[in-house]
């Protein structure tokens, strides 16, 4: 068991193209998002296990005692809803909660009870968590949450080794560490969602960019495999802002399966980093019912919607395709096409009935000056996304910041292909990321 502090960091995400379309079998591009979840874990011989999650205003501590006499057969047999209540009724909440953001808790104690099983004894630990990314909008907060607790667990339990060298600021784990990392944070998401894509999680711990086509995820082609200053200058960018998983299947252990990312040793799922404003347009949306109002409208004009979802398809992969030739050599004449490409897509998305007037709103606002926006996920209202071309000016960017949170949204400048999972050494960590961690020596 380890005994040194590990700081560990993993990406959101967002779906560059593909919503909606992908839940008709096409393909869709899942991006990594540069705002970050960072944990802190703190071995100790306290006898207590805690979880700080300041985002959410949680915090809960257990006696390792009585989580060392728990009966965990139930993470090994039994359905998934079973092994869920039970975790529930450890975390110390009711059978009837319905807040979803609990569901944290037990994704916790499920990682840190099974992974950490292969110690002799229980470990005394304290975890905090804490994200740039907001919950509950689609970007991927609680795969970068799960992501962040399996390589975590896993390093301090010894079963991967810690890949940060002294006098680094930051190390990457090995592919075939990243693959257990992967496995091991689909489980939390499964506790957190059910039935997850594997997308999320895929995306969070390789980072760079994925397709997704029915149940398969996959490097994007024609990338180039980066070298070790490419790598190195990723992080930079970052930095200035054997044991498998209980109850999988067949199925989860198939390498391009729902919770597997067919990465071969030596490629990446690299694309140019692309910087972008991500706006939040705080209208609450439901996932479930906007799927269905397409798959509705499907029914009901075949012939319009399908050729429709076909256009999409094709917008993903001449994406695919730019991005391909980017990552070897990005041009400006890329930028403009990937603008054509969002604005096809908005108008495809508003055709099938998912946009909102936030959204369309957002859209004028950029137009105005000069940008090109999309929603992105569900629609509805939700987050969109606005690229930012490398020849545009500082106060072309601010005046668009400023008249986008003037309508009342959240936005962030950032950007998308950044890295997947690493650990950092303290000192290369921002000021606020430290203080909301909390002590990091």
Not at 39 to 68: E, Y
Not at 203 to 225: D, F, N
Request: hydrophobic letters at 40%.
């Amino acid at each position: 068991m380890l005994s040194q502090v590990l700081l560990v960091s993993a990406p959101g995400k967002v779906i560059l193209h593909g919503e909606h379309s992908v839940v008709h079998g096409k393909v869709a591009l899942a991006v990594a998002l540069n705002l970050r979840t960072f944990l802190r874990l703190q071995p100790h011989n306290s006898g207590k296990v805690s979880l700080r999650l300041p985002n959410i205003g949680i915090q809960q501590t257990w006696d390792v005692a009585r989580l060392q006499l728990l009966d965990t057969s139930f993470l090994e047999q039994g359905d998934l809803t079973e092994q869920v209540e039970k975790l529930k009724e450890v975390a110390g909440f009711s059978k009837d909660s319905t807040n979803h953001d609990c569901l944290a808790v037990p994704a916790f104690l499920y990682l840190y009870l099974t992974i950490c099983r292969s110690q002799r004894t229980l470990p005394s630990l304290d975890i905090a968590v804490w994200s740039e990314l907001p919950t509950g909008a689609g970007l991927g907060s609680s795969a970068a949450y799960s992501v962040c607790l399996a390589a975590a667990l896993l390093t301090a339990c010894e079963e991967i080794p810690n890949p940060l060298k002294d006098g680094e600021a930051t190390g990457r784990w090995t592919e075939e560490n990243l693959e257990l990392i992967n496995k091991w944070a689909f489980q939390g998401e499964r506790v957190i969602h059910g039935n997850p894509s594997g997308v999320d999680n895929a995306v969070s711990t390789w980072g760079g960019a994925l397709r997704y086509q029915q149940g398969k995820i996959s490097p994007l082609k024609r990338c180039t495999v980066p070298g070790p200053r490419a790598i190195k200058m990723d992080l930079d960018l970052v930095l200035g802002s054997r044991n498998r998983p209980a109850q999988a299947t067949e199925r989860q252990r198939g390498g391009c399966h729902h919770e597997g990312v067919p990465v071969e040793q030596g490629q990446s799922p690299r694309l140019p980093t692309l910087k972008i404003l991500l706006v939040n347009t705080k209208v609450p949306r439901s996932t479930k019912a906007l799927v269905a109002s397409v798959r509705n409208r499907m029914l009901k004009f075949p012939e319009i919607i399908a050729p429709l979802l076909a256009s999409m398809d094709a917008i993903s992969l001449e994406c695919e395709r730019v991005l391909g030739e980017m990552a070897a050599a990005p041009a400006l004449e890329h930028y403009l096409v990937l603008e054509e490409l969002i604005d096809m897509n908005q108008h495809h998305l508003n055709a099938l009935g998912v946009g909102h007037a936030s959204l369309d709103q957002l859209c004028q606002v950029t137009t105005a000056h000069g940008l090109h926006s999309k929603l992105t996920g569900a629609g509805g209202g939700g987050c969109g996304i606005t690229l930012l071309r490398p020849d545009l000016e500082r106060p072309e960017v601010e005046d668009t910041k400023q008249a986008l949170t003037s309508c009342g949204f959240d936005c962030w400048e950032t950007s998308i292909g950044a890295p997947g999972v690493f650990v950092h050494m303290a000192a290369s960590l921002d000021a606020s990321v430290q203080q909301a961690l909390g002590d990091l020596r």
